[in-house]
């Protein structure tokens, strides 16, 4: 039996929770947070105890596995605390926010720390479908790939937040809070871009925030194949995203949870894998996709087995030096070689 605590007892920790509680390998010995009261929340589900600090829980405690659902600035420093203990750590993206965090969490996995990144969403039926028809060649080779993440934020998410909003805090905006998702996506299907060039504007919350609420990007995957990506918060609902694979033999266009294939000649598919949008995480929104329960397993199977997780710290920054990349274009006009 493995023994796992949560630090950071907001909204996504409430999904790690009921992942948790449906895993028979796994038990809970510990929640901390800041604000006392989420930790006794959370631990009452558990009926262990709460703490007020990471600090204080892992001086009182000794988990197998820290599960980190702080702010993003917190993410790093509180994972390098972890692993010099000897624990090892599933964190909520983004895995850091500067190339420094990054390189830091890089090294501590190259000397033996068990580390792994919540990108749920590449455990989506959906997303498992598409890759298994690009890897078996059915789709023919990529020719483009183009996505869309269109959200709605307002002002109370970021100021009642007492984190969001800031560069120093959360690292940026709608890139790295809401739509990091995709882009880990575009990569992992199509391949690690080759180049990279892009723009970051706040267009509707200008007095309330400091980073970006929408973003467009234009990048060249392995083989010169041409990526798009167009993300904002300033939409007036959160719709599914959209992600369109177009290849040799069909287009597949992944859709919230909802995968469909398009032939050259228009027909079209049933869906191959399908959820109805809003159902598929009953734990918590609908937007964070069905995945945490499968990369939960998946993780502590790992862990178990003795073998390397797929969502590493490499693996899950890849993600995070694109959008940092997506910056240094923005601000200085530059195609970004990667």
């Known amino acids: 039996m493995l023994k796992a605590a949560i630090v950071g007892c907001g909204a996504i920790a409430g999904v790690h929770a009921a992942s948790l509680k449906g895993m028979d390998n796994v038990t809970v010995i510990g929640c901390a947070d800041i604000k006392l009261e989420r930790a006794e929340k959370l631990a009452a589900q558990f009926g262990c105890p709460a703490y007020s600090s990471l600090d204080e829980m892992l001086a009182a405690q000794k988990p197998d596995v820290l599960h980190i659902c702080t702010p993003h600035y917190l993410h790093v420093p509180m994972a390098l605390q972890a692993v010099k203990m000897g624990i090892a750590v599933l964190s909520e993206k983004p895995e850091g926010i500067s190339i420094q965090q990054l ?82 996506l575009i990569q992992y299907l199509g391949g690690y871009p080759t180049h990279l060039e892009g723009h970051v504007n706040n267009h509707h919350l200008k007095d309330v925030i400091e980073v970006e609420d929408t973003a467009s990007i234009y990048m060249r995957l392995p083989g010169g194949i041409p990526a798009i990506m167009y993300a904002t918060t300033a939409f007036a609902v959160d719709s599914p995203v959209l992600i369109d694979i177009v290849c040799d033999n069909m287009t597949l266009r992944l859709e919230g949870n909802t995968l469909k294939e398009t032939k050259p000649d228009g027909s079209a598919s049933t869906p191959v894998r399908s959820a109805e949008y809003g159902k598929e995480n009953p734990d918590g929104k609908c937007y964070w996709g069905s995945g945490h329960p499968s990369l939960f397993h998946d993780y502590y199977q790992c862990l178990e087995e003795g073998k390397p997780f797929p969502l590493g710290a490499k693996e899950g920054a890849k993600a995070v030096r694109l959008l940092l990349a997506l910056y240094e274009s923005s601000k200085t006009g530059k195609v970004i070689p990667l």
């Open 103 to 184: 390189d830091a969490l890089a090294q501590a996995e190259d000397e033996g720390a068990r580390i792994g990144i919540c990108f749920q969403n590449r455990y989506n039926e959906a997303v498992e479908a598409a890759r298994e028809h690009l890897a078996s060649g059915a789709a023919g080779k990529i020719k483009a790939i183009r996505a869309f993440v269109t959200w709605n934020r307002q002002a109370p998410y970021y100021t009642e937040s007492g984190w969001r909003g800031t560069w120093e805090t959360e690292g940026g905006g709608v890139m790295i809070n809401q739509a990091i998702h995709t882009l880990d």
